[in-house]
């Protein structure tokens, strides 16, 4: 119960974040299929019940391919890429329109003792997608397999006011009445743009992207997924990778990629500070900065525990008020979780470190280097020669990073005349 309580309560930052924000989703056919699909609704439906605005576009590879095996025939591909002829164009729709009737009875359900309990949803699907022809490359006539052309952005909108979950499906349609078969990864991709999501959310069938070493990749910038989606190849991953990327660059501010067969995978995603997946992040997701005023209630919150255990010194709200324009931060999703101080000496050339520290949940990433980088880096930059640091508990930290064993007689007179010989200090000291 404790385990709960804990979470629901550090859940309740990001529940008031996603409140009316809106949040494309995209299922493939292969997420449809899996196991885990109902978990999958019972968490859209949650979402949906904290005020979030859905959309959500669902695939149908794996149910077009059955349908063309039951009729005998063979599927067609160019550059990775479905080739629609006519009878290809008959399987797409059904598999189509029955997924569609699938999902919407699915978010019909309203079944006592079970998530679905009381929610009585809205859904809305119709012709959102305006289509073209991808027409003839390299001399392969693609048929009626389309493109994107427009996403009617205000008749969705109108309908999410309404609190309607909007569904979108794989097909588009032209102005001439044609029909057209779309890459769900390519009309999520397109929505999330016209719509100017807060979120684009795809399934894919591992946890995301995944290192060298089979581990999982948290988070990437936009910078580092070029290099990636070289490396990875035609395989799904890189192909979701590429499509987050493209929703970053043309203005939406997060993309998450998250497992389809991951129980829960998009709640631990959306509302845990670490997630399960991987964040794609237009900005910086976690960045070091120097501190402002708005900082002073985090750094609080950061450093009362290590005042309360002796390791640093108290300082007061209105110290830290006063002061907060020595200190640097690194901060995460919101979250400050490392800090440290650049206090410089009256009267010498000598500066000093204080309160270096780095929240429990985040140690051993390297953190405090970078801190120390920082405050060495502004030291410099103020012509500071010297950088003094006093600690009870960390000194073999401090001379694995360069600093010496020093003494109080070698502080600068401003400083030594403020030495606690109740706290009893080690003094370490580094040329810069």
Known sequence: MHDYVNWLRHATPYINAHRDATFVVMLSGDGVEHPNFANIIHDLVLLHS??????????????????????????????????????????????AGQLRIALEARLSMDMASSPMQ?????????????????????GVDFHHTGEVRRIDRKGIGRLLDERSIVLLSPLGYSPTGEIFNLACEDVATRAAIDLQADKLVLYGDSPGVLDDAGRLVRELSLKEIPPLVAQLGSSYQAELLDAAAQACRAGVRRCHLVSHAEDGALLNELFTRDGSGTLVDREQFEQLREASINDVGGLLELIRPLEEQGILVRRSREVLEREIGLFSIVERDGLIIACAALYPIAGSAAGELACLAVHPDYRHGGRGDELLERIEHRARQQGL??????TT????????????????????????????????????????
């Open 50 to 95: 904290l005020g979030v605005r859905l959309v959500l576009v669902f695939g149908s590879r794996p149910q077009i391919e059955a349908r063309l095996a039951g009729r005998g025939l063979q599927s067609r591909y160019h550059q990775n890429i479905r080739i629609t002829d006519a009878r290809t164009l008959e399987c797409v729709v059904e598999a």
């Open 118 to 138: 009381g929610a009585r949803l809205r859904v809305a699907s119709g012709n959102f997608v305006t289509a073209r022809p991808m027409g003839v490359h390299d």
């Open 385 to 390: 020669t010297t950088l003094f640091v006093l």
């Open 393 to 432: 508990r960390t000194a073999h930290w401090f001379q694995e990073r360069g600093f010496q064993p020093s003494g109080v007689e070698r502080l600068p007179a401003a400083r030594a005349s403020l030495y606690n010989f109740q706290r009893n200090s080690r003094v370490f000291e580094k040329t810069l």
